[in-house]
């Protein structure tokens, strides 16, 4: 019950009011907006919240600065320096990192990131569906988020059988001024060792665009000899290139919401450990033009992969059928696939339509009975007797895992 005041008037359970601080660098803005929905959604859900964003406004705005200087009760930021955590920390400002980088030798603070392995992982199976059987990795090997990645998709390949090629090009170790050109010269250098028809995965977006360019530079057509993959989903990057950039989505709204509510805890007095770190996995990659149409070693095999890949979303595809579509005879295409991808044309059949399966368990909460009337199974125990046969896993373990279990 809410007390009474000298005045006669009720006086409310007053909650203490917040600010609270929120800093992205220039270069992740065009993913990192995605951030706000999750974070709003919390804040606006019955807490006292004043929240300040460092946005410039063409001077329209007093400008906010977001520094060591800065004061408030709360930071959600983006990467931060040793001297700004050292002054936090002694303000007793509350700081959530979401960011997997930290200062080496500073303070550190709880995160709240995208999973950067399945990051890699989700890049590895899509690359795989391509029929390829040579893959590498664009890497920064000074950044933790690369490295991350990195071990979630060379793991995920080694699971099948496949080496992954690692380019190292240390961007983040270049001064500004030569960044670009040194990036470009290196590039180049390393790209030219790529055995075509490859697979490549970028750290992220931007080093995707840079990836593009060099191959074009060196004469590699981009997707038929090297589909590229890079993370992110920035709006920007990835619809302005030529062709159009497939992208692990980041999961924007999700980090958001859980970041706010862990800085929430903290304001209000929860210890939470500096090493906590909680990890969210993307929901899905947005297939686009730069990991399309691959050109196999065999075009026989190319024109059959391509045939499975245009009808695997909505029904199953007989072998006859792809004989028809490949024009050749059962016994040919089985030795050109067998020769080309060390496996039969049933088993790629299968495999590509199990990850279809996989990608509408993990990235919708659709029942069984919905998935299978979408992808034309005859009924939910059709598809869970494929499921099982293929995965070895039921779907509503592999659903439960999160899809982290060894798939195709």
């Given at each position: 019950?809410?007390?009474?005041?000298?005045?006669?008037?009720?006086?409310?359970?007053?909650?203490?009011?917040?600010?609270?601080?929120?800093?992205?660098?220039?270069?992740?803005?065009?993913?990192?907006?995605?951030?706000?929905?999750?974070?709003?959604?919390?804040?606006?859900?019955?807490?006292?919240?004043?929240?300040?964003?460092?946005?410039?406004?063409?001077?329209?705005?007093?400008?906010?600065?977001?520094?060591?200087?800065?004061?408030?009760?709360?930071?959600?930021?983006?990467?931060?320096?040793?001297?700004?955590?050292?002054?936090?920390?002694?303000?007793?400002?509350?700081?959530?990192?979401?960011?997997?980088?930290?200062?080496?030798?500073?303070?550190?603070?709880?995160?709240?990131?995208?999973?950067?392995?399945?990051?890699?992982?989700?890049?590895?199976?899509?690359?795989?569906?391509?029929?390829?059987?040579?893959?590498?990795?664009?890497?920064?090997?000074?950044?933790?988020?690369?490295?991350?990645?990195?071990?979630?998709?060379?793991?995920?390949?080694?699971?099948?059988?496949?080496?992954?090629?690692?380019?190292?090009?240390?961007?983040?170790?270049?001064?500004?001024?030569?960044?670009?050109?040194?990036?470009?010269?290196?590039?180049?250098?390393?790209?030219?060792?790529?055995?075509?028809?490859?697979?490549?995965?970028?750290?992220?977006?931007?080093?995707?665009?840079?990836?593009?360019?060099?191959?074009?530079?060196?004469?590699?057509?981009?997707?038929?000899?090297?589909?590229?993959?890079?993370?992110?989903?920035?709006?920007?990057?990835?619809?302005?290139?030529?062709?159009?950039?497939?992208?692990?989505?980041?999961?924007?709204?999700?980090i958001g919401s859980q970041a706010m509510q862990l800085l929430i805890s903290m304001m209000n007095g929860e210890l939470v450990s500096d090493?906590?770190?909680?990890?969210?996995?993307?929901?899905?990659?947005?297939?686009?033009?730069?990991?399309?149409?691959?050109?196999?070693?065999?075009?026989?095999?190319?024109?059959?992969?391509?045939?499975?890949?245009?009808?695997?979303?909505?029904?199953?595809?007989?072998?006859d059928e792809l004989c028809r579509a490949a024009g050749v005879s059962r016994e040919l295409l089985r030795q050109r696939f067998q020769h080309?991808?060390?496996?039969?044309?049933?088993?790629?059949?299968?495999?590509?339509?199990?990850?279809?399966?996989?990608?509408?368990?993990?990235?919708?909460?659709?029942?069984?009975?919905?998935?299978?009337?979408?992808?034309?199974?005859?009924?939910?125990?059709?598809?869970?007797?494929?499921?099982?046969?293929?995965?070895?896993?039921?779907?509503?373990?592999?659903?439960?895992?999160?899809?982290?279990?060894?798939?195709q």
């Open positions: 019950m809410p007390g009474i005041g000298k005045s006669g008037v009720a006086i409310r359970d007053l909650k203490k009011r917040y600010r609270v601080g929120i800093r992205l660098l220039d270069w992740s803005q065009g993913f990192g907006y995605r951030l706000f929905p999750g974070i709003l959604e919390v804040a606006r859900s019955g807490h006292d919240l004043d929240l300040v964003f460092e946005q410039p406004s063409g001077g329209d705005i007093a400008p906010i600065r977001i520094d060591e200087d800065w004061e408030g009760d709360g930071l959600l930021v983006y990467r931060y320096t040793a001297k700004e955590a050292k002054s936090w920390l002694k303000r007793g400002i509350k700081v959530v990192n979401l960011s997997a980088e930290q200062p080496a030798n500073g303070p550190h603070f709880p995160r709240v990131t995208l999973d950067n392995e399945a990051a890699g992982v989700m890049a590895a199976r899509h690359l795989m569906t391509l029929g390829l059987r040579r893959f590498a990795f664009w890497h920064d090997p000074h950044r933790r988020y690369s490295m991350e990645r990195l071990d979630g998709y060379r793991r995920e390949l080694k699971r099948e059988g496949f080496e992954t090629q690692v380019f190292e090009i240390p961007s983040s170790h270049y001064a500004d001024h030569e960044r670009a050109k040194r990036n470009e010269m290196l590039a180049w250098k390393l790209l030219a060792k790529l055995e075509t028809p490859a697979g490549l995965f970028a750290k992220d977006d931007i080093s995707a665009v840079c990836a593009m360019q060099a191959l074009a530079t060196l004469g590699l057509r981009c997707p038929e000899d090297v589909p590229l993959v890079g993370v992110a989903d920035d709006a920007i990057y990835c619809h302005l290139t030529r062709p159009a950039l497939s992208s692990v989505r980041f999961p924007g709204r999700s090493d906590t770190r909680i990890r969210i996995p993307p929901s899905q990659l947005a297939v686009r033009e730069s990991s399309g149409l691959v050109e196999l070693p065999d075009e026989v095999v190319t024109k059959a992969m391509r045939f499975i890949r245009a009808t695997a979303q909505e029904r199953g595809v007989s072998v080309t991808l060390g496996r039969t044309p049933k088993e790629e059949i299968d495999r590509q339509r199990a990850q279809v399966v996989c990608n509408f368990l993990r990235q919708t909460k659709w029942t069984i009975d919905r998935i299978a009337a979408h992808l034309g199974f005859g009924a939910a125990d059709e598809l869970c007797r494929f499921f099982k046969r293929t995965m070895e896993i039921t779907p509503g373990e592999y659903r439960r895992s999160g899809g982290s279990t060894r798939s």
